[in-house]
């Protein structure tokens, strides 16, 4: 039998061994990391599970003691039913859906071309292009989102050419519609898909395509047999990356897309800042967490896939 | 030379890419408010901005958050990219590599929603981090550009030579020497892309500062955020000529910087 003493210098003598400079580094951005981010993200899952409170915090506790020894825990599934049975919500999902998946798409059949454009022209030239594929991307976002309404405003610079030409007579509207959003998407994220789809179509090898034209392919037969199948894990990454952020953006569908292109990072906006309903804005925020892992995991198991085939 | 496609779809491509933005520098000097009639040559623009006391405070404000967040976020990013590429399988390192680049996807409303609610809850607790202040900001920030910064850290410390840090342990260096003296000079330039890219990010953010700012931490980025709801203004042409031209001259500086020392170390 130990004394108690004994134990706990031993123990002391445990932790202090564990506690070496390479657990320290570990522990550092650890912490930071839990703190930070995991925590806020179970305290939201905590509150989407609240109901609302006209009070400060106003939500309610899920934990309650009553009576100093009964341990209540209180589930409250509304927000999420509230979600699924508003119209406005489930109009939602739908537009941001539709937007982010049209600005994909829309993303690929410009970048895909860049790409290849680029992937196709001397090595010199290749570095300074694709360099000046990100330059714009450190200017600040905002500043390429109000490009966008220069260009599109009703006294914008495309609507006041289109007037000196005589070409309309009433400004078109161009801006505060969900094609204003998806341009701005597009020219935001752009750089996002033409990297992957660059390094995808660099390592294709001009001979398999020679070759094809040589055996009396037409160009078009070429490019679907040949380059787009070799492609594929650019054109999937480079979907992921722009359709991730487009789905959860709200710089842009606020400024660019007018009252109705109510997107879902609008609507966790407007419920938690003008509605003031926290719990409401937490099971959104989940829901728009459940769409954005989707592809993700969608994209992971298809490179998995792609990866033990080749073994 | 001769017409080919590749060319026409590149020069199609480019001009999508800067003719907006070459938009906003060319009418940032014109005189009349208005998009629709080119005046006359002015400064005026830029005389407006930089007598306006509001946007140079909130620029100060911003700059000073990102200055900070860069830095911490630079250590802790390089702490953890060498964590994940150097140190040996540890309990919970697919859980730290998981939570670490989890922020590049995460919707920025749902970060800085959740981020407050931390906040609140921990005033409540500890009184601390205090809502008005600028630290709040500048934690969310660094929360945000961690991520970036290891992944950014983390490729150029797998594509580096092992071979040297080996060959300084086998010659009796500890750890900590052999990365100050060998892995931190190769792995620099990556260190100060991955602080100019912080910096970036943090003085472009503005969904999570809304979120979590209080009232006497009002960033740059609010401000533009706030005017541009109401349209077009020939202030924020001139504000973002100017940081175009700051942040664009910061980049090419980098660039001519490490191309000159790759050719010089190439000859060397």
Not at chain 1, 7 to 15: E, G, H, P, S, Y
Not at chain 1, 93 to 117: H, K, N, Q, V
Not at chain 1, 161 to 170: G, N, P, S, T
Not at chain 2, 176 to 197: A, E, M, R
Request: charged residues 15%; contains cysteine; proline residues 5%.
């Amino acid at each position: 039998m130990y004394r108690i003493e004994e134990r706990i210098i031993f123990l002391l003598t445990k932790l202090a061994r564990k506690i070496s400079g390479r657990n320290l580094i570990i522990s550092i951005p650890f912490l930071w990391i839990f703190l930070f981010f995991i925590c806020p993200c179970l305290i939201l899952i905590q509150i989407s599970f609240s109901e609302s409170l006209i009070a400060s915090p106003p939500y309610t506790s899920l934990v309650d003691w009553i009576s100093g020894h009964v341990l209540q825990i209180r589930i409250n599934l509304e927000n999420y039913m509230f979600l699924f049975t508003d119209e406005m919500y489930i109009r939602g999902f739908i537009t941001s859906i539709l937007i982010a998946g049209t600005s994909t798409i829309c993303c690929l059949l410009i970048g895909f071309p860049m790409a290849y454009a680029i992937a196709r022209t001397h090595e010199k030239f290749r570095s300074i292009l694709l360099m000046l594929v990100v330059l714009p991307f450190w200017t600040s976002f905002l500043i390429r989102v109000y490009a966008w309404i220069m260009l599109l405003s009703p006294c914008g610079f495309i609507n006041s050419l289109l007037m000196k030409f005589h070409l309309v007579d009433v400004p078109l509207q161009l801006l505060n519609n969900s094609f204003a959003a998806c341009i701005g998407i597009v020219y935001a994220y752009l750089p996002f898909m033409i990297f992957p789809l660059y390094n995808a179509i660099e390592k294709i090898d001009y001979a398999l395509i020679e070759a094809a034209y040589d055996l009396g392919s037409s160009p078009i037969t070429a490019f679907f047999s040949i380059v787009v199948p070799l492609s594929a894990p650019g054109i999937y990454a480079g979907s992921a990356l722009v359709f991730v952020p487009a789905i959860g953006e709200f710089v842009i569908p606020e400024l660019l897309g007018g009252v109705q292109t109510l997107t879902i990072g609008r609507l966790v906006w407007n419920e938690f800042f003008e509605n003031m309903s926290w719990p409401t804005a937490a099971s959104l925020s989940i829901v728009l967490l459940i769409f954005v892992v989707l592809p993700i995991v969608f994209t992971q198991r298809r490179r998995e896939i792609e990866v033990l085939t080749k073994e | 030379m001769r017409f080919r496609w590749s060319n026409c779809i590149l020069f199609l491509g480019y001009l999508f890419l800067y003719f907006p933005l070459i938009c906003i520098v060319v009418y940032s000097f014109n005189e009349s408010r208005f998009v629709a009639s080119w005046t006359r040559f002015s400064l005026k623009w830029y005389k407006v901005l930089i007598s306006n006391p509001i946007i140079l405070r909130a620029t100060l404000t911003s700059i000073k958050i990102a200055c900070f967040s860069a830095t911490i976020s630079v250590i802790l990013g390089t702490m953890a990219a060498i964590i994940i590429t150097r140190f040996k399988r540890f309990s919970g390192k697919t859980i730290f590599i998981g939570a670490i680049t989890a922020p590049l996807v995460m919707p920025e409303v749902i970060m800085g929603l959740s981020l407050l609610m931390l906040f609140v809850g921990m005033e409540k607790i500890f009184g601390w981090p205090a809502r008005s202040g600028v630290c709040a900001v500048t934690i969310a920030h660094i929360t945000l550009t961690l991520s970036y910064v290891t992944m950014l850290v983390q490729a150029r410390l797998q594509d580096m030579d092992k071979a040297i840090e080996e060959a300084a342990l086998d010659l009796g260096a500890s750890p900590i020497k052999v990365f100050f003296v060998i892995t931190l000079p190769i792995i620099s330039p990556t260190i100060i892309l991955g602080w100019l890219l912080a910096f970036a990010l943090s003085l472009d953010d503005v969904v999570i500062a809304s979120f979590v700012a209080g009232p006497g931490a009002t960033t740059l980025p609010m401000i533009v955020f706030s005017s541009l709801r109401f349209g077009i203004s020939p202030e924020i042409n001139a504000l973002a000529t100017i940081l175009m031209t700051v942040l664009s001259i910061g980049v090419i500086i980098f660039a001519v910087l490490t191309y000159k020392k790759k050719t010089w170390n190439k000859e060397k």
